[in-house]
T-cell receptor, first 111, second 112 residues
Framework: GQQLNQSPQSMFIQEGEDVSMNCTSS?????WLWYKQDPGEGPVLLIA?????ELTSNGRLTAQFGITRKDSFLNISASIPSDVGIYFC???????????FGTGTSLTVIP | DVKVTQSSRYLVKRTGEKVFLECVQD?????MFWYRQDPGLGLRLIYF???????EKGDIPEGYSVSREKKERFSLILESASTNQTSMYLC???????????FGQGTRLTVV
Protein backbone atom coordinates (compact mmCIF):
# COMPACT_ATOMS: atom_id res chain seq x y z
CA GLY A 1 0.00 0.00 0.00
CA GLN A 2 0.95 3.63 -0.28
CA GLN A 3 3.34 4.96 2.29
CA LEU A 4 3.65 8.50 3.51
CA ASN A 5 7.04 10.22 3.20
CA GLN A 6 8.33 10.84 6.69
CA SER A 7 11.54 12.61 7.68
CA PRO A 8 13.96 12.46 9.23
CA GLN A 9 14.49 8.69 9.50
CA SER A 10 16.35 9.05 12.78
CA MET A 11 17.36 11.73 15.24
CA PHE A 12 19.91 11.79 18.03
CA ILE A 13 19.40 14.76 20.33
CA GLN A 14 20.43 16.03 23.74
CA GLU A 15 17.91 16.03 26.55
CA GLY A 16 16.15 19.37 26.63
CA GLU A 17 16.33 20.01 22.89
CA ASP A 18 13.29 20.47 20.69
CA VAL A 19 12.45 17.98 17.94
CA SER A 20 10.64 18.40 14.63
CA MET A 21 9.52 15.80 12.14
CA ASN A 22 7.16 15.84 9.19
CA CYS A 23 5.14 13.74 6.81
CA THR A 24 4.26 14.52 3.23
CA SER A 25 2.13 12.93 0.58
CA SER A 26 1.14 13.51 -3.01
CA UNK A 27 -2.47 12.87 -2.00
CA UNK A 28 -4.92 14.92 0.01
CA UNK A 29 -6.12 13.58 3.35
CA UNK A 30 -8.95 14.58 5.68
CA UNK A 31 -7.27 13.30 8.83
CA TRP A 32 -3.68 13.13 10.02
CA LEU A 33 -2.56 11.01 12.96
CA TRP A 34 0.65 10.79 14.95
CA TYR A 35 1.69 7.69 16.91
CA LYS A 36 4.56 6.68 19.15
CA GLN A 37 5.78 3.11 19.39
CA ASP A 38 8.05 1.80 22.13
CA PRO A 39 10.14 -1.31 21.45
CA GLY A 40 8.03 -4.47 21.58
CA GLU A 41 4.80 -2.54 22.06
CA GLY A 42 1.91 -1.47 19.88
CA PRO A 43 1.68 2.11 18.58
CA VAL A 44 -0.04 4.60 20.84
CA LEU A 45 -2.04 7.48 19.40
CA LEU A 46 -0.55 10.85 20.37
CA ILE A 47 -2.51 13.39 18.37
CA ALA A 48 -5.33 13.33 15.81
CA UNK A 49 -5.90 16.23 13.40
CA UNK A 50 -9.12 16.69 11.44
CA UNK A 51 -8.98 20.10 9.80
CA UNK A 52 -6.52 21.78 7.42
CA UNK A 53 -4.45 24.33 9.31
CA GLU A 54 -5.35 22.84 12.69
CA LEU A 55 -2.70 23.08 15.40
CA THR A 56 -3.17 20.71 18.33
CA SER A 57 -1.11 20.16 21.46
CA ASN A 58 -0.79 17.27 23.86
CA GLY A 59 1.56 18.29 26.65
CA ARG A 60 4.98 18.95 25.12
CA LEU A 61 3.81 17.66 21.75
CA THR A 62 2.33 19.90 19.07
CA ALA A 63 1.12 18.75 15.68
CA GLN A 64 -0.17 20.65 12.69
CA PHE A 65 -2.37 19.64 9.77
CA GLY A 66 -0.84 21.28 6.71
CA ILE A 67 -2.93 23.83 4.87
CA THR A 68 -2.57 21.94 1.60
CA ARG A 69 -3.88 18.78 3.35
CA LYS A 70 -0.86 16.95 1.95
CA ASP A 71 1.41 17.21 4.97
CA SER A 72 1.64 17.26 8.74
CA PHE A 73 4.25 18.19 11.31
CA LEU A 74 5.04 17.03 14.83
CA ASN A 75 7.11 18.99 17.32
CA ILE A 76 8.34 17.83 20.70
CA SER A 77 9.59 20.53 23.03
CA ALA A 78 12.17 20.10 25.79
CA SER A 79 12.78 16.41 25.10
CA ILE A 80 13.26 13.97 27.97
CA PRO A 81 14.66 10.40 27.99
CA SER A 82 11.20 8.79 27.94
CA ASP A 83 10.54 10.42 24.56
CA VAL A 84 12.77 7.74 23.04
CA GLY A 85 10.91 5.58 20.53
CA ILE A 86 9.65 5.50 16.99
CA TYR A 87 7.20 8.14 15.88
CA PHE A 88 5.13 7.70 12.80
CA CYS A 89 2.40 9.51 10.99
CA UNK A 90 -0.71 7.94 9.53
CA UNK A 91 -3.67 9.01 7.48
CA UNK A 92 -6.93 7.18 6.73
CA UNK A 93 -7.78 6.69 3.08
CA UNK A 94 -10.55 9.25 2.38
CA UNK A 95 -12.26 6.85 0.00
CA UNK A 96 -11.77 3.54 1.75
CA UNK A 97 -11.25 1.91 5.10
CA UNK A 98 -7.49 1.51 5.09
CA UNK A 99 -4.70 3.59 6.58
CA UNK A 100 -1.46 4.83 5.11
CA PHE A 101 1.60 5.01 7.34
CA GLY A 102 4.84 6.90 7.39
CA THR A 103 8.11 5.02 7.54
CA GLY A 104 8.81 6.26 11.05
CA THR A 105 11.30 8.53 12.82
CA SER A 106 13.51 6.86 15.40
CA LEU A 107 14.24 9.27 18.24
CA THR A 108 17.15 8.84 20.63
CA VAL A 109 17.50 11.26 23.55
CA ILE A 110 20.92 11.49 25.13
CA PRO A 111 20.75 12.41 28.83
CA ASP B 1 -10.42 5.07 26.63
CA VAL B 2 -10.51 2.66 23.74
CA LYS B 3 -8.97 -0.65 24.54
CA VAL B 4 -7.76 -3.11 21.93
CA THR B 5 -6.54 -6.32 23.49
CA GLN B 6 -4.54 -9.03 21.78
CA SER B 7 -4.69 -12.44 23.39
CA SER B 8 -0.94 -13.10 23.55
CA ARG B 9 2.18 -10.95 23.82
CA TYR B 10 4.57 -13.70 22.76
CA LEU B 11 3.99 -16.94 20.90
CA VAL B 12 6.36 -19.65 19.71
CA LYS B 13 4.91 -22.13 17.23
CA ARG B 14 6.26 -24.92 15.08
CA THR B 15 6.29 -24.93 11.30
CA GLY B 16 3.05 -26.37 9.96
CA GLU B 17 0.98 -25.59 13.04
CA LYS B 18 -2.34 -23.76 12.76
CA VAL B 19 -2.08 -20.54 14.73
CA PHE B 20 -4.85 -18.32 16.05
CA LEU B 21 -4.28 -14.69 17.03
CA GLU B 22 -7.22 -13.09 18.78
CA CYS B 23 -8.09 -9.42 19.09
CA VAL B 24 -10.91 -7.79 21.04
CA GLN B 25 -11.96 -4.13 21.11
CA ASP B 26 -14.34 -2.63 23.62
CA UNK B 27 -15.58 0.50 21.85
CA UNK B 28 -18.11 -0.81 19.33
CA UNK B 29 -15.83 0.06 16.41
CA UNK B 30 -16.94 -0.87 12.92
CA UNK B 31 -13.51 -1.44 11.41
CA MET B 32 -10.84 -3.86 12.54
CA PHE B 33 -7.44 -4.54 11.01
CA TRP B 34 -4.55 -6.97 11.18
CA TYR B 35 -1.04 -5.77 10.31
CA ARG B 36 2.36 -7.30 10.48
CA GLN B 37 5.41 -5.20 11.22
CA ASP B 38 8.90 -6.13 10.11
CA PRO B 39 12.12 -4.10 10.34
CA GLY B 40 12.58 -1.96 7.27
CA LEU B 41 9.17 -2.85 5.87
CA GLY B 42 6.91 -0.87 8.15
CA LEU B 43 3.30 -1.81 8.77
CA ARG B 44 1.73 -4.03 6.15
CA LEU B 45 -1.99 -4.72 6.04
CA ILE B 46 -2.96 -8.39 6.03
CA TYR B 47 -6.76 -8.22 6.25
CA PHE B 48 -9.38 -5.82 7.46
CA UNK B 49 -13.05 -6.04 8.29
CA UNK B 50 -15.64 -3.26 8.13
CA UNK B 51 -18.54 -5.25 9.56
CA UNK B 52 -19.39 -8.55 11.17
CA UNK B 53 -18.69 -11.45 8.80
CA UNK B 54 -17.21 -9.04 6.25
CA UNK B 55 -13.54 -9.12 5.33
CA GLU B 56 -11.27 -7.61 2.74
CA LYS B 57 -7.78 -8.65 1.71
CA GLY B 58 -5.00 -6.24 2.41
CA ASP B 59 -1.58 -6.10 0.81
CA ILE B 60 -0.24 -9.45 2.02
CA PRO B 61 -3.11 -11.92 2.66
CA GLU B 62 -1.32 -15.04 1.41
CA GLY B 63 -1.00 -17.68 4.11
CA TYR B 64 -3.53 -15.97 6.37
CA SER B 65 -7.26 -15.99 6.91
CA VAL B 66 -9.52 -14.07 9.28
CA SER B 67 -12.79 -14.44 11.11
CA ARG B 68 -15.16 -11.84 12.48
CA GLU B 69 -18.19 -13.54 13.99
CA LYS B 70 -18.84 -10.79 16.53
CA LYS B 71 -18.32 -7.05 16.18
CA GLU B 72 -15.80 -6.82 18.98
CA ARG B 73 -13.60 -9.76 17.96
CA PHE B 74 -11.34 -10.19 14.95
CA SER B 75 -9.20 -13.30 14.65
CA LEU B 76 -6.18 -13.88 12.44
CA ILE B 77 -5.46 -17.45 11.43
CA LEU B 78 -2.23 -18.81 10.07
CA GLU B 79 -3.38 -21.98 8.34
CA SER B 80 0.06 -23.62 8.31
CA ALA B 81 2.69 -21.52 9.99
CA SER B 82 5.99 -20.99 8.21
CA THR B 83 9.23 -19.42 9.36
CA ASN B 84 8.69 -16.39 7.11
CA GLN B 85 5.62 -15.56 9.18
CA THR B 86 7.81 -14.80 12.17
CA SER B 87 6.90 -11.19 12.88
CA MET B 88 5.20 -8.67 15.12
CA TYR B 89 1.44 -8.79 14.57
CA LEU B 90 -0.67 -5.75 15.38
CA CYS B 91 -4.43 -5.52 15.59
CA UNK B 92 -6.19 -2.17 15.28
CA UNK B 93 -9.72 -0.81 15.25
CA UNK B 94 -11.39 2.39 14.13
CA UNK B 95 -14.91 3.69 14.56
CA UNK B 96 -15.71 4.50 10.95
CA UNK B 97 -13.95 5.84 7.88
CA UNK B 98 -11.61 8.83 8.39
CA UNK B 99 -11.27 8.37 12.13
CA UNK B 100 -8.25 7.40 14.14
CA UNK B 101 -7.10 3.81 14.60
CA UNK B 102 -6.25 2.33 17.99
CA PHE B 103 -3.75 -0.49 18.23
CA GLY B 104 -3.36 -3.46 20.50
CA GLN B 105 -0.14 -4.17 22.34
CA GLY B 106 1.12 -6.52 19.64
CA THR B 107 1.90 -10.24 19.44
CA ARG B 108 5.47 -11.26 18.76
CA LEU B 109 5.17 -14.57 16.89
CA THR B 110 8.16 -16.80 16.33
CA VAL B 111 7.80 -19.82 14.05
CA VAL B 112 10.50 -22.43 14.47
Amino acid sequence: GQQLNQSPQSMFIQEGEDVSMNCTSSSIFNTWLWYKQDPGEGPVLLIALYKAGELTSNGRLTAQFGITRKDSFLNISASIPSDVGIYFCAAPDPFGNQFYFGTGTSLTVIP
Amino acid sequence: DVKVTQSSRYLVKRTGEKVFLECVQDMDHENMFWYRQDPGLGLRLIYFSYDVKMKEKGDIPEGYSVSREKKERFSLILESASTNQTSMYLCASSLVRNTEAFFGQGTRLTVV
